[in-house]
C-alpha cells in the first residue's frame, strides 16, 4: 500500500512476530510498542492474542494502560485479536480478580469461551464485509462476544449464533487468530483504517 505507515505491535506477551510479519509482508513499517514514547510514534496499533490478563498487568507495569486509552479516545485504528479483543472490550466476563480492559469496543466479551487449549479449533467463517471467499479461523482458548452495544457493528457470527468478530470505528476486533492461518483481509482492513487517518491528518 501507498505511504508504508508506521503501526505498532504491542510487544508486551503473546503472538507477536506473527502479527510483525504479516503487517511487513504487507507494506507496513512495524514498530513493537513496549513504551508510551514508541506508542506516540505509530499510525495503528495491533494488540496480539496472548494472556489477556498477564497483558493487563503488563500494561499497567509498562506505563502504557493509560496512553493506549487516550490513543484509542483519539482515534487511534486498533485490531485485537483473541486477547486483544478482550482488552479491548468495554465489559468483561469471566476475568480474573481486578483485570481491567483498555476498553473502547461497545460490547461484553466472556473470555475463553471455546474452551481451553486442547479444545482449540479452525473453521471456514463468513465475513459479509470481506466478500468472499469465507475466512479461515484459527481459534485458541478464543473469546466470544456476548452482547453489543448500539455503537458498535457486528461483522462475524458463527453457525451456532456466537458473534466473533466486530467493529466500531477505528477499532476491530476478533476472537481468532488470522495472523496464523495464512489470511490477511482483516490487517488489510486495519491498514486501511490506518491510511485513512493518516490522509486526514496530513490534509
Known sequence: MAGNPNVGVLALQGDVREHATLLARL?????LVRRPEELARVDGLVIPGGESSVIDK????????????DAISAGLPVLG??????????????????????????VLV????????????????HV????????????????????????????????DGSIVAVEQGNLLG??????????????????ARVAERTAVRAA
Open 27 to 31: 507494506g507496513a513499517e512495524v514498530t
Open 174 to 191: 476478533i476472537s481468532f487468530h488470522p495472523e496464523i492461518s495464512g489470511e490477511t483481509r482483516f490487517h488489510e482492513r486495519f491498514l
Open 81 to 106: 485479536t483473541c486477547a486483544g479483543l478482550i482488552m479491548l472490550a468495554d465489559r468483561l466476563a469471566d476475568g480474573i480478580e481486578g483485570q481491567q480492559t483498555f476498553g473502547g469496543l461497545d
Open 58 to 69: 503488563l500494561a499497567r507495569t509498562f506505563g502504557m494502560q493509560h496512553p493506549i486509552r
Open 110 to 125: 466472556r473470555r475463553n469461551a471455546f474452551g481451553r487449549q486442547v479444545d482449540s479449533f479452525e473453521g471456514a467463517v
Open 128 to 159: 459479509p464485509a470481506l466478500g468472499e471467499p469465507a475466512v479461515r479461523a484459527a481459534f485458541i482458548r478464543g473469546p466470544v462476544v456476548e452482547d453489543v452495544g448500539s455503537d458498535a457493528v457486528v461483522l462475524a457470527v458463527l453457525d
